[in-house]
């Protein structure tokens, strides 16, 4: 057997109460009953339903990485 790192082990990046919400919002996505914000239109984008799923998450306190920064995303 091979010896851990106990030191360099990579945790979890998401929560399991973050990944039900995913999960929540996959299915009601997929049933065609989960809407986006404000305009209430039905979401039909995979990443968009994963997208509610974690600031779901988010505002329910799960562990979710922080969005990223909108500089950060300009740069591309």
């Known amino acids: 057997m091979a010896a851990r ?4 082990r990579s945790r ?4 399991q109460k973050a990944g039900k919400k ?3 919002a996959m299915h009601e ?4 009953q ?3 914000g404000r305009s209430g ?9 994963i997208a509610i799923g974690l600031s ?3 505002r329910s306190g799960a562990k979710v990485p ?4 909108s500089s950060r995303r300009r740069k591309k």
Do not use: D
């Open 5 to 8: 790192k106990s030191s360099s």
């Open 12 to 15: 979890r990046k998401y929560g």
């Open 22 to 24: 995913v999960e929540r």
């Open 29 to 32: 996505m997929k049933r065609g």
């Open 34 to 36: 989960l809407k986006s």
């Open 41 to 49: 239109k039905r979401v039909t984008s995979r990443k968009q339903a």
């Open 56 to 58: 779901e998450a988010r």
């Open 66 to 69: 922080s969005r990223r920064s």
